[in-house]
């Protein structure tokens, strides 16, 4: 059983997730191993509380206080296997922040994860959405991931197509709370051609000889151009994208196009995603601020707290744009953080 003492009571949340919600955790405990988290969960169970798995807190929104135990995972570790040729694997414990991972990574002159520079967050919560950006997904590197299998106890390996990656999707948010990452292993290269085609990383390099790129330069462009557009989460609190981008079937992406010849969006082969931004963006909200929260003035998609707005505030001005962009669109945006804890415990 897990030292009582480590269990913490009435813990303030507010510097553990990035909008900055002044939420408190019932319990809160932090685990560096897998042996801790096992006795963390057992403790739960004992007590009868719900166990909430908190990585950098970059993609979930509190609601109201959380009623349970959240678990931080602190898990860290870092090093290579497999060294094969141009090839290499990276391990990675899941307490690990993402950004770090990458500027090691880059720095050694392996190639694959240069392009999720400055995604927030740790390396356990990546797999979960498959994190992305400028044209690169976790799933393009990832190997497999070791977790703790709630329903058997036992810690498993899941190689990448067991995952079942799609856009910010993947088997861990089918089964929620099914699994806790604990390992993340990626396949990296030496040689592995950059992927600079998106259009901004593009518009970064264009003039330039790009035969000569480090991954590390590729890294700076890449933190160059989020820096643009993005809010840094330590100065204006934000969970990135605050909803996916909704993803159409053809014919209705190009009746889209019919009647708004400049919407944005990627079409694919037999889909379109199209860009939430754009669509939030031209219903008015870019810049919109309401007291506490508001919706960023260089990027439509993202949501911030400017001081002490609650889960609730955001929850609401996030109502109030998906209905607007329903009427205007019929389109349903669906909200990428996850909403936890709903009981005010004072
Ligand atoms: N746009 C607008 N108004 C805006 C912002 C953008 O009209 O306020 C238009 C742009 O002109 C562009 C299009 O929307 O044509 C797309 O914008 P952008 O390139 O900024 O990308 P995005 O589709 O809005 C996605 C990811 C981001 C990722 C960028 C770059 C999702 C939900 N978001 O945004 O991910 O950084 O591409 O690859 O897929 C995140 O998940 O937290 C995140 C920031």
């Not at 510097?15 to 919600?21: F, K, R, V």
């Not at 990383?201 to 330069?217: H, K, M, N, S, V």
């Not at 962009?325 to 804890?341: K, T, Y």
Request: with cysteine; hydrophobic share 40%; charged share 20%.
């Amino acid at each position: 059983m897990i030292d009582k003492a480590r269990i913490q009571e009435n813990v303030f949340l507010g510097e553990m997730n990035s909008l900055a919600i002044a939420a408190r955790a019932r319990y809160f405990v932090s685990v560096t191993s897998l042996e801790s988290l096992r006795q963390a969960l057992d403790w739960a169970a004992d007590k009868s509380v719900e166990p909430l798995i908190l990585g950098g807190g970059s993609n979930l929104l509190f609601a109201g206080d959380y009623p349970g135990l959240v678990i931080r995972m602190a898990i860290s570790r870092r090093c290579w296997e497999h060294i094969d040729g141009d090839e290499a694997t990276l391990v990675l414990g899941a307490g690990e922040n993402w950004h770090d991972v990458v500027m090691y990574a880059a720095s050694a002159g392996y190639r694959g994860i240069e392009n999720l520079a400055l995604i927030p967050g740790t390396v356990g919560a990546a797999p979960v959405q498959n994190i992305g950006a400028y044209g690169a997904e976790l799933r393009d590197t990832l190997l497999e991931v070791s977790a703790l299998d709630r329903h058997t106890g036992q810690e498993i390996s899941l190689t990448n197509s067991l995952c079942h990656f799609s856009y910010r999707d993947s088997v861990f948010k089918h089964e929620p709370g099914r699994y806790v990452i604990t390992t993340v292993r990626l396949r990296l290269s030496r040689s592995r051609p950059f992927s600079l085609g998106y259009r901004d990383l593009a518009d970064y390099f264009e003039g330039q000889d790009t035969r000569d790129l480090t991954p590390l330069d590729v890294a700076n462009g890449v933190m160059a151009v989020r820096r643009r557009k993005l809010p840094d989460p330590a100065q204006l609190p934000n969970a990135g994208s605050f909803f996916k981008n909704p993803v159409v079937p053809l014919d209705t992406w190009h009746a889209l196009q019919r009647t708004w010849p400049d919407i944005a969006g990627y079409p694919g082969d037999d889909s379109a995603k199209v860009a939430a931004a754009w669509l939030i963006d031209q219903c008015g909200w870019k810049g919109y601020r309401n007291g506490r929260v508001g919706v960023h003035n260089r990027q439509a998609l993202v949501l911030v707290n400017h001081s002490g707005g609650s889960g609730g505030d955001v929850l609401a001005l996030a109502d109030r744009i998906r209905s607007d962009v329903e009427a205007r669109f019929g389109i349903a945006l669906e909200m990428e953080p996850g909403v936890v804890g709903t009981t005010p415990m004072h």
